[in-house]
């Protein structure tokens, strides 16, 4: 996800300078450090992830991987 980010979406450009600063003007700066929308998407893929290896087939279990990372793009 993080290549595809860096190639689709950032098409390749990255502000070196504001990924070291603690400046609340910089352009990777989050809400105390943490980006809330990451952790809300990361805890959501792992509840249904966790939901389909528990309560699925032992068939869907496999590709509980790929079920997080699609919903972590949505």
Do not use: Q
């Amino acid at each position: 996800m993080l290549i595809a980010d860096y190639y689709l979406v950032k098409r390749r450009r990255v502000v070196v300078d504001d990924l070291y600063t603690l400046n609340a003007e910089g352009r990777y700066h989050y809400k105390k450090g943490y980006n809330p929308i990451a952790i809300a998407a990361t805890a959501i893929s792992a509840i249904v992830g966790m939901i389909v290896v528990f309560w699925g087939s032992s068939e869907a279990a496999t590709y509980t991987w790929f079920i997080g990372a699609g919903l972590c793009r949505v």
